[in-house]
């Protein structure tokens, strides 16, 4: 059954049809919500909200596009406000903790015991990690949302368009631009030898 016929008929209170529909496109708008958020919990809740938001805006969709870009858009602006919340909330509370400090010694003394790398390779790899994830950080917020969505290899620049209201070209760009920026800020900071 395709999704159009699917929305008829959750249209018409079908709540099952709904259901189908939403395990159809579970994983897109997860993965939509996690290049968002980037923390499965909050995407998690993203997720819930954006099946939550479609449905109740069901009769708002007219087919111009694909029920699956509609319902991507309507979950990436529910996890970028989501975003919004979060980071006031994180800005009044301030953390004074290395970003991700515990889990690196965590991993590094996991190392130690095993076959695998060598602790100062381990190190060496979050710490590549952790300068990939800062420059990521860094970008402005347009480049570094059409990254994060095409990273997440799920979507055509054509759908990521659609969530971010810009033609596909201009993602097409972002993309590009991003990725450019992230090699030259890790070039910066001295990982030349991983990037080029």
């Known amino acids: 059954m395709s999704d159009a016929d699917l929305v008829a008929?959750?249209?018409?209170g079908d709540t099952a049809a709904f259901g189908t529909l939403v395990d159809r496109h579970r994983s897109a708008v997860y993965r939509a919500a996690r290049a968002a958020l980037g923390s499965?919990?909050?995407?998690e809740d993203a997720a819930q909200d954006a099946f939550?938001?479609?449905?109740?805006?069901?009769?708002s969709f007219r087919g111009a596009a694909s029920f699956k870009t509609w319902l991507l858009t309507i979950a990436w602006h529910e996890a970028i406000n989501r975003r919004r919340s979060l980071t006031r909330l994180w800005r009044r509370q301030v953390d004074n903790r290395p970003d991700d400090e515990g889990p690196l010694v965590m991993d590094v003394m996991a190392n130690v015991a095993s076959n695998g790398p060598t602790p100062e390779q381990a190190a060496a790899h979050d710490d590549l990690r952790r300068g990939i994830r800062q420059a990521i950080?860094?970008?402005?917020?347009k480049l570094r949302d059409a990254l994060?969505?095409?990273?997440?290899?799920?979507?055509?620049?054509?759908e990521i368009g659609a969530m971010l209201r810009v033609p596909s070209g201009t993602?097409?760009?972002?993309?590009?631009?991003a990725r450019r920026v992230v090699k030259?800020?890790?070039?910066?900071?001295?990982?030349?030898?991983?990037v080029d």
């Not at 800020?185 to 991983?194: E, K, P, S």
Request: glycine fraction near 6%; charge should be positive; proline fraction near 2%.
């Open 52 to 59: 939550l938001a479609a449905y109740r805006r069901l009769d």
């Open 9 to 12: 008929r959750a249209r018409e």
């Open 171 to 177: 993602i097409k760009w972002r993309v590009s631009e």
């Open 137 to 141: 950080r860094s970008l402005s917020p």
């Open 184 to 194: 030259q800020t890790l070039r910066d900071r001295g990982y030349g030898d991983v």
């Open 148 to 158: 994060l969505l095409a990273q997440a290899g799920e979507y055509t620049y054509e």
């Open 40 to 43: 499965h919990a909050d995407a």
